[in-house]
Every structure is written in structure tokens, then in C-alpha cells.
């Protein structure tokens, strides 16, 4: 039976790195009470200059993770691109990315999931292998939050908390009978809650996406966040969607090598390891070298634990897990070969 293996991964930032001293120059915020807050530290920006998209870098992530899986941008079946910041309106920037890598009739699929984007990617690719449609797949995450939010003081509850980034992965159909790769999945939204996590305008819904009267510095214009009612989803509900993912694989909690949740604040995290009862050696953080990342977070994370031998291993089990926009939230269960 083939099985979704992980077969090389890629991530890459811009070179841009703002510290949270940086910010304070900016808004009337503090290091101190970032850190307190979020856990992050510093975060990465595309250059002001110039023209940067989410496909620039998920083009610059694609290239190393396809080296590393010793493959070349024609062996692949398909592209799978999550991102919540587009290069433009559209077409979408997995097309975008496809130009860049050389290619001109490989499908490339856009996912607008938010923060569980590579969630709902990795289950995605995996249907597609299991049911014979695509062999070789680059799953990619990439955002670039920092030339859409609101750099006054007013936004600084959600700007001091993103960051720029792209991470890629190749996965391959393998025939094996060994228990590995994708062991199981769950996803799951709730549309109900949209506006405690949203960007509103422009909109397409309107007579106008750009409203006659209403100035682009409106805040419509920037994420806005209800942080109070995303902490409580976020613990209420990412427990129970992994012990629904451990119950899909029939594998139990002590049989994981490593959790790698979504970097959206330290604080959920650890609230998460808390509630599970695990040892903070078993979930993954990177969220003070890069702040949120989005769809970009899981895979940057996940490349960041390989390259620093947390999993890897022949047999190594990783739990990926996370909750964002829409509200969405999810579970993958990945075991290496």
C-alpha cells in the first residue's frame, strides 16, 4: 500500500530580522511585555523595497526542500500552496510558484486555511497519493504578514506577533507495508466565530471592495483578533482533536517522540503541554526566533526539529497540530520510514 513519506524539507525567512526593540521605536510597546505575552522575541520582515511575495519565498523554501529530497521541480505531480497572504488577489501564488520552479502544466492547488494551512495541505496530499492521483508532491507554506498590518500603536496587540516566512516539503508515494507516514487526521471549522480572527476589507462582498468612504487607514483594513476568545478555543479544543488523531492512528499519547503545535503564542503551548501533562522536551518551539508565521509555522518548525535530529529516525512518531482563522483546527499523525 503506499504511504506518504516525508522525502526532504526547506524553509527560509527573509533576511530582515526586527527584535523586539525594534518594534518599540515603532509602537508604544516594550520587550518585556511582548515576551511576557507572546514568547516572541524577534520576528523576520520582507525588505520595504522592492517587491516580496508569499511565493518569493515559498520559491527560495521549495528549492531546499527539493534538494533534499534529491529530486528536481519536473519529477513533481502537483503543488500544494497554503498561504492567508496572496502575492496579488489572484491567481493563486501555488501558480505563481509554479512559473518560478519552471514548470508549466503542473497542477498547483491554493489553500486558504489560515494557521492549520499545512494541516489541511498534509491531508490533502495525502488523499492524493493514497488514491493514485499524484506520486510526488511539494507542500508549501508561505506568508508574508508584515506589509499588510497596521504599524501604529493601535495595531500593536497583533503586529508585534507576526512574522514574514515560507517552509516547503516533498512528499512521495511509497509502497511499503511498514506502519509509516501519514497515520492519521483530523480537521475541523467553525465558521460561527469568524470574526474573532479576521481581516474584513477589501471585500468582495461589498458594492465596492474598497469602500469610497472609508480611508485605507481604517482598521478594517488590518488583522484584528479577539486574543481572549482564540487562547480559550485554542485549549479547549486542541486536546481534543489530538486525542481524536491518536484514536484515528490507534496509538497512544507516550508513543509520540514529539509535538510540534502551530506558533501562535508560547503561552497556548505551553498551556497545551500543561493540560497533556507532558514534559516541555516534547513540544516543539520556535515561535521567539520567528514569530507567527502562519501556514508557514508547522513546516518551518517541523524542518527546524529534522535539521536539529528532535525526529527523523527511522520509527520517530511527530503529532502537528494547531487551531487559526476561520476558526479551523486540526491534527496529523506522521511516523518516519
Known sequence: MKKSIIKGTGMFVPPNVITNHDLEKMLDTSDEWIKKRTGIEQRYWINQEGETGASDLGFEASKIALKNAGWTAQDLDFIIFATLSPDIMFPGSGC?????????????????????????????????????LAGKILLVGGEVHSSGLDKSTRGRDIT???????????????????????????????????????????????????????????????????????????????????NESLEKAQITLDKIDLIIPHQANMRINQALGQFLKLDDNKIFHNIQKYGNTTAASIPL????????????KSGDVVLLTGLGAGLTWGSVIYKFL
Open 301 to 312: 518548525a517541523l524542518h527546524e526539529a529534522i535539521e536539529q535530529e528532535r525526529i527523523g
Open 160 to 242: 508585534v506577533i507576526f512574522g514574514d516566512g515560507a517552509a516547503a516539503v516533498c512528499i512521495e508515494g511509497i509502497e511499503t507495508d511498514k506502519n509509516a507516514g501519514v497515520l492519521s487526521s483530523a480537521l475541523h471549522a467553525d465558521g460561527n466565530i469568524a470574526d474573532a480572527l479576521m481581516t474584513e476589507l477589501p471585500a468582495s462582498r461589498l458594492p465596492f471592495r474598497f469602500p469610497a468612504d472609508v480611508p485605507l487607514s481604517d482598521p478594517r483594513y488590518f488583522p484584528v483578533m479577539d486574543g481572549p476568545a482564540i487562547f480559550k478555543k485554542a485549549v479547549r479544543m486542541l486536546p481534543r482533536v489530538i
Open 96 to 132: 505563481l510558484l509554479q512559473a518560478k520552479l519552471g514548470l508549466d502544466s503542473t497542477p498547483a492547488l491554493d489553500i486558504r486555511q489560515q494557521c492549520t494551512g499545512f494541516l489541511y495541505g498534509l491531508a490533502t496530499a495525502d488523499a492524493y497519493i493514497k488514491s493514485g
